[in-house]
T-cell receptor, first 113, second 115 residues
């Protein structure tokens, strides 16, 4: 039930782009993205609904492909502050699991100057 | 002041001891969660509560119990701690956004070591 994230780790130079993927074998209602810096709590980035919605936050954007039950997080022109572990959380199609998230194992992103 | 607080922040205990981790929030949210984080495994849900009278098991509830004393307080207990419960524990709260979605706010975490 845990979504699968790929890659497990990414190393970038400042200014480079990265894509993090999240896929589920279950029908999804929404996908949530969080970032966790070392030694800190996860912090919310964005939520995407089924329907192929795409959202953006500064130079970080994401898409949700309902047919494939996949979401991708796009980090453009990465900054040092983007370093951390990125988690996707999936909310299954509404029903008994309303409001419950299943988190992936995380993707560790490291940005070097 | 932090909106979601956890006590203690660090705890070392011995196998077989009873441990309680506490979570308090000032955000006024109805929904509260307990997660466990292990290296390489992500966040796994232990228990969650959508209001004071509602308690639900998560993916890994065995060996744990919870108590929702008030809207603002949600405690996690390990009745008899064992070494493989050594982990980082997060409490989270959530609110509803627009179309029934929710952003979760996490506490700072409690690092528990069971010897």
């Amino acid at each position: 039930q845990q979504p699968v994230q790929s890659p497990q780790a990414v190393i970038l130079r400042e200014g480079e782009d990265a894509v993090i993927n999240c896929s589920s074998s279950k029908a999804l209602y929404s996908v949530h993205w969080y970032r966790q810096k070392h030694g800190e709590a996860p912090v919310f980035l964005m939520i995407l609904l089924k329907g192929g919605e795409q959202k953006g936050h500064d130079k970080i954007s994401a898409s949700f492909n309902e047919k494939k039950q996949q979401s991708s997080l796009y980090l453009t022109a990465s900054q040092l502050s983007y370093s951390g572990t990125y988690f996707c959380g999936t909310e299954r199609d509404r029903g008994s699991t309303l409001g419950r998230l299943y988190f992936g194992r995380g993707t560790q992103l490291t940005v070097w100057p | 002041d932090a909106d979601v607080t956890q006590t203690p922040r660090n705890r070392i205990t011995k196998t077989g001891k009873r441990i309680m981790l506490e979570c308090s929030q000032t955000k006024g949210h109805d929904r509260m969660y307990w997660y466990r984080q292990d290296p390489g495994l992500g966040l796994r849900l232990i228990y969650y509560s959508f209001d004071v009278k509602d308690i639900n098991k998560g993916e890994i509830s065995d060996g744990y119990s919870v108590s929702r004393q008030a809207q603002a307080k949600f405690s996690l207990s390990l009745e008899s701690a064992i070494p493989n419960q050594t982990a980082l524990y997060f409490c989270a709260t959530s609110d509803l956004l627009g179309r029934g979605l929710e952003e979760q706010f996490f506490g700072p975490g409690t690092r528990l070591t069971v010897l």
